[in-house]
């Protein structure tokens, strides 16, 4: 589904992201990417869906290139990939359905474009999504009145409304509290089991990684340290992935370490 062969990605400052990355992922697959802040676990993830290039090696996704696309085949490639930021991306003074809305614009004819009617089956189908992640109740209210948890399923809901095949989340749930994190990962683990869609997500807490990810990767300095399933981590690979700032990158904002199963 998704394979690295030896990717390098330099920026044009000569900053290093990434190198010598080799894995792959198959169709299904459930996997968190951890490690320090900028580790490159962001620029990892951006390569999939070409917001970034990469500098070297090659990037296969379902049997295609990915650097060899240009134009038209980008965008009809990216419509394959749903993309969750930390910020959510939403227009916070349109209603829930709008915002969900907006997934299907690329697909919908020029005046359709336009005029921003959209088909009854449309809204049926940004509708389905909303209640996939639990939230059907909240279609027409305004997004600046839900909380951020909300606001994250609605932008989980707009993702799911392309129909992807893959989902790629960069840091969903770190400006969240506890309880509505665990609440937006169930939603996450929900869609991985029942749909088959394959979930590659980067994340800062370990032990919410540990608990619904099948597999760990962990990225140190743009390389990959560790490759293996989620049962397998423990403080020895903890300590390869974060080195001499493993208790640091392990404390919650009140100090106290995550107890890593």
Known sequence: MIEFINVEKTYANKVR????????????????????????KSTLIRCINRMHDI????????????????????????????MVFQSFNLVTRSSV??????????????WRKISGIFSREHKLLALKALDQVGILDKAYVRVDQLSGGQQQRVALARTLAQNPDIILA??????????????????????????????????HHVEIALEYADRIIGVRAGEIVFDGKATLVDDEVLQHIYGSKMEEALQTEEGALLHVR
Do not use: C, W
Not at 97 to 110: A, R
Not at 183 to 194: C, G, P, R, S
């Open 17 to 40: 992201a990434l190198q010598n990355v080799n894995f792959k992922v198959e169709q299904g697959e459930f996997v968190a990417i951890i490690g320090l802040s900028g580790a490159g």
């Open 55 to 82: 500098t070297s090696g090659e990037l296969i996704v379902d049997h295609i290139d990915v650097s060899s696309l240009r134009g038209k085949a980008v965008r009809q490639y990216r419509r394959r990939i749903g």
């Open 97 to 110: 359905l709008k915002n969900v809305l907006v997934s299907l614009v690329p697909d919908l004819p020029v």
């Open 170 to 203: 960069d840091e969903p749930i770190a400006s969240l509290d506890p309880i509505t994190s665990k609440q937006v990962m169930d939603d996450f683990k929900h869609i991985n089991e029942t749909m088959n869609i394959t979930v590659l997500l980067n994340i």
